[in-house]
């Protein structure tokens, strides 16, 4: 109780410095809902209350925002209507399902986690500020949950137990998802091994490889695969885009630090499967299973509801066969590959909306690249915030669906947004030079996040 109301009330505390710490407080949810829920059976009879507190988190974010003067609503970015009309068409899907009972009582399960995590969540930030205290906010809570799950938790197999004592008529809820907090372990661990830190945030770079490990562990720990080679596709890809390979002396730095990286990496997976319980499932790790439960859980699942689109003729084949439609087919449950199922439930239309957002967050992460190449800390945050929407991604081609899986499309928004920062920030500086002002350091400070050029810049100046 202590350390969770502790944790829960420094970082409300911390959001009157910086109110965008709320949504590193919601990047935690579920890692934190779950250790709670493994050491007291109150939290296990009040189950929404994490997820109460933490969105509740992210509404005051804003409204500090908005008596900061900032508007929490603009800049209103073509991901996020893209967002928006891809949440929007599922809804009325429903209306042409071939099940609109299950349509409809699926939308209603998850609308209220789409709603925070894709549509919310980046109306709390705006800024590269917003973005340093959301990664640093992660980094402090989600490193000492990450932690606590793996020392303090009780694990069975790649589950953690809840602490059911006392409570009666649970029927096999009494166990977490391990698929979350292996989510967690990752993002942590993609933080932590590329954001580049100054001053005194220094300190995390000497703890860096520790997190790194710890986040890994929690992954091998839960035997949550498509997480761990998510962590360590995302963390490649973006190396060269937080680390510069200026000279040979940078190159061999970065490359010894590849190394040791790789080395933590092999340790931990080690030490994990060698302190592992008897009845944890190790052999998921074998190449061969892995292969095999990729094709049958996955490949095979797919092919049913793709099947069944087929049958369903030229109309079903453009506007779907429904939202969760694949709960009403042979399957009874989602396909597991976002992509597929969004093909399947909202045809053609609903898979073009689909692919602008990794379209989008390309283009913005290309765009951006230009204008923090130069600034090392700039550059590291960059890389993180792309390499954890990198990450979802990965992850949503073995897990998850569209509803499921909005944690992916609001870092695509925080991406279009951050991206517009940037994009203003550079304008507002390119109209200074060419006025023939000079850029004094109080120019520098001047908040442009909010700055509206064709109004403001004379009074500025």
Same mark, same amino acid.
């Given at each position: ?18 109110? =965008? ?14 250790? =709670? ?55 009325? $899907? ?8 299950? $349509? ?21 930030? $705006? ?51 391990p698929l979350a907090i292996a989510t967690l372990g990752g993002e942590v661990a993609l933080i ?22 710890? +986040? ?13 080679? +998510? ?10 885009? =937080? ?5 040979? +002396? ?23 499967? $060698? ?10 790790? %074998? ?12 490949? %095979? ?22 939202? =969760?439609?694949?709960?009403?087919? %042979? ?46 800390? %700039? ?20 897990q998850g669906s569209l509803l499921g899986s909005a944690t992916c499309f609001g870092l695509a928004?925080?991406? +279009? ?45």
């Open positions: 109780m202590v350390i969770y109301f502790g944790l829960i009330g420094i970082v409300a505390l911390a959001m009157f410095y910086r109110p =965008s710490i709320a949504v590193g407080a919601l990047l935690c949810t579920y890692g934190l809902e779950q250790w =709670s829920q493994s050491q007291s059976p109150f939290f296990f009879s009040h189950q929404i209350l994490t997820n109460v507190v933490t969105a509740s988190l992210v509404c005051f974010a804003i409204v500090l925002r908005t008596l900061k003067g900032k508007s929490p609503v603009f800049p209103i970015t073509r991901e996020y209507v893209a967002t928006f009309a891809i949440y929007l068409l599922a809804f009325m $899907s429903i209306a042409w399902s071939i099940d609109r009972h299950e $349509s409809w009582e699926r939308f209603g399960e998850y609308f209220k986690t789409g709603f925070i995590f894709a549509l919310l969540m980046p109306l709390a930030l $705006s800024d590269k500020e917003d973005l340093r205290a959301t990664l640093y906010c992660v980094l402090t809570l989600g490193t000492p949950i990450c932690m606590l799950l793996l020392f303090t938790a009780h694990w069975n197999g790649r589950m953690i137990m809840f602490d059911v004592e006392g409570i009666s008529h649970v029927k096999g809820l009494e166990r977490g998802n932590a091994w590329l954001m580049n830190f100054t001053g005194k945030a220094r300190i995390w770079q000497v703890m860096r490889f520790a997190i790194v490990g710890i +986040g890994f562990a929690v992954s091998v720990k839960a035997s949550s695969r498509g997480q761990a080679f +998510g962590f360590i596709i995302a963390a490649m890809v973006f190396l060269p885009y =937080s680390r510069r390979f200026q000279s040979v +002396g940078n190159f061999l730095a970065v490359a010894a630090g590849a190394l040791i990286g790789a080395g933590v990496l092999v340790f931990v997976f080690d030490w994990v499967l $060698s302190t592992a319980s008897a009845n944890a499932p190790t052999s998921r790790w %074998d190449p061969h299973e892995f292969i095999r439960d990729f094709k049958e859980s996955r490949i %095979d699942v797919s092919m049913v509801l793709i099947r069944r689109w087929l049958d369903g003729g030229p109309l079903r084949w453009v506007f779907g066969l429904g939202s =969760s439609a694949s709960f009403a087919t %042979d399957l009874k449950f989602y396909c597991h590959v976002v992509f597929v199922e969004v093909f399947c439930e909202l045809g053609v239309m609903g898979w073009i909306l689909l692919w602008l957002t990794p379209i989008y967050a390309y283009q913005n992460m290309k765009e951006l690249w230009y204008y923090v190449k130069d600034d090392p800390e %700039d550059r590291g945050m960059v890389a993180s915030l792309g390499a954890i929407f990198l990450f979802e991604v990965i992850i949503s081609f073995k928004c925080v991406i +279009g947004r951050i991206a517009h920062y940037y994009r203003t920030q550079a304008a507002y500086y390119t109209q200074l030079d060419a006025g023939g002002y000079a850029l004094s350091d109080e120019d520098m400070e001047y908040p442009l996040d909010d700055v509206d050029e064709q109004q403001s810049l004379p009074a500025r100046v």
